[in-house]
T-cell receptor, first 112, second 114 residues
Framework: TQLLEQSPQFLSIQEGENLTVYCNSS?????LQWYRQEPGEGPVLLVT?????EVKKLKRLTFQFGDARKDSSLHITAAQPGDTGLYLC????????????FGIGTKLQVIP | DSGVTQTPKHLITATGQRVTLRCSPR?????VYWYQQSLDQGLQFLIQ???????AKGNILERFSAQQFPDLHSELNLSSLELGDSALYFC?????????????FGPGTRLTVL
């Protein structure tokens, strides 16, 4: 059982469409991170959200942290082929040392 | 390029064997993390070292061990390998180990156990 559930697991869309992927947990996190991983490479951090209800924008990507700090969403506007990749959310629990738990990821394919 | 290097990039071996994966963190980073990524389990945290000392343990099997050397590079040793150990192994590094800090991931080592 995954501590962090991501949905959908797979998503294939046409260039120009909008999409939202979700990251849900029954646990509370001190912060939540989103990563993108491309084939043959390690994950790269996109954003960290810390405050419940926080919204952060990174160009066409909008990240939201749930009010209760248990869930998060990533919305992509006008998806482009360059957005193709595996999107991972990671919950961070602090207290002595940083402990990061990753979701299984959403594999996004944007078709030109 | 994250600045984290991992060798080898690919490793093919047989069941029962032992392998060593190597990681060099970004210059100045004191923490090294090891992760295992498989299709069905996703990215699983194995172990963290901070400035040469073990800081946190995750889902690491007893057959696996790691260490961080004085020059801060780290090695992950996998022994008595089983088919199910086939996966991508990532190393990540960060500046600190006790606070929330960005982890920078290496390109990974793909291990195939036949």
């Amino acid at each position: 059982t995954q501590l962090l559930e991501q949905s959908p697991q797979f998503l294939s869309i046409q260039e120009g469409e909008n999409l939202t992927v979700y990251c849900n947990s029954s646990s509370v996190f001190s912060s939540l991170q989103w990563y993108r991983q491309e084939p043959g490479e390690g994950p790269v951090l996109l954003v960290t959200v810390v405050t419940g209800g926080e919204v952060k924008k990174l160009k066409r990507l909008t990240f939201q942290f749930g009010d209760a700090r248990k869930d998060s969403s990533l919305h992509i506007t006008a998806a482009q082929p360059g957005d193709t990749g595996l999107y991972l959310c990671a919950g961070v629990r602090s207290g002595g040392y940083q402990k990061v738990t990753f979701g299984i990821g959403t594999k996004l394919q944007v078709i030109p | 390029d994250s600045g984290v290097t991992q060798t080898p990039k690919h490793l093919i071996t047989a069941t029962g064997q032992r392998v060593t994966l190597r990681c060099s963190p970004r210059s100045g980073d004191l923490s090294v993390y090891w992760y295992q990524q498989s299709l069905d389990q996703g990215l699983q945290f194995l172990i963290q070292y901070y400035n040469g000392e073990e800081r946190a343990k995750g889902n690491i099997l007893e057959r696996f061990s790691a260490q961080q050397f004085p020059d801060l590079h780290s090695e992950l040793n996998l022994s008595s390998l089983e088919l199910g150990d086939s996966a991508l192994y990532f190393c990540a590094s960060s500046v600190a180990g006790g606070s929330i800090s960005e982890q920078f991931f290496g390109p990974g080592t793909r291990l195939t156990v036949l």
